[in-house]
């Protein structure tokens, strides 16, 4: 499995949109919206290093108001815990 960060910088009216778009692209796991350098942080998550190439390069950068990405692989994860609990803000 390979695991990726996409970081992506948006036209500013199509952020919120973008999002959702993004979340519907196969292999994209979540969307994240951020602050800071770049718009949204998408998490991609597939098989082999062809498929990360063909949903960045097919997948995302079809989807209009894309100004910029910018893909981090993965190379190991370091916590054993869930997604869930290292988002849980104890609500």
């Given at each position: 499995m390979v695991h990726a960060f996409l970081l992506i910088k948006s036209q500013p009216a199509r952020v919120a949109a973008l999002a959702d778009e993004l979340t519907e692209v196969d292999g994209i796991a979540e969307v994240y919206s951020v602050a800071g350098d770049v718009d949204l942080i998408a998490?991609?998550?597939?098989a082999r290093h062809d498929d990360l190439a063909d949903v960045v390069?097919?997948?995302v950068a079809a989807l209009p108001g894309i100004v910029e990405t910018r893909t981090m692989v993965a190379f190991q994860a370091f916590s054993k815990r869930?997604?869930?609990a290292l988002w849980d803000l104890g609500e």
């Amino acid at each position: 499995m390979v695991h990726a960060f996409l970081l992506i910088k948006s036209q500013p009216a199509r952020v919120a949109a973008l999002a959702d778009e993004l979340t519907e692209v196969d292999g994209i796991a979540e969307v994240y919206s951020v602050a800071g350098d770049v718009d949204l942080i998408a998490v991609v998550r597939v098989a082999r290093h062809d498929d990360l190439a063909d949903v960045v390069t097919r997948g995302v950068a079809a989807l209009p108001g894309i100004v910029e990405t910018r893909t981090m692989v993965a190379f190991q994860a370091f916590s054993k815990r869930d997604l869930d609990a290292l988002w849980d803000l104890g609500e």
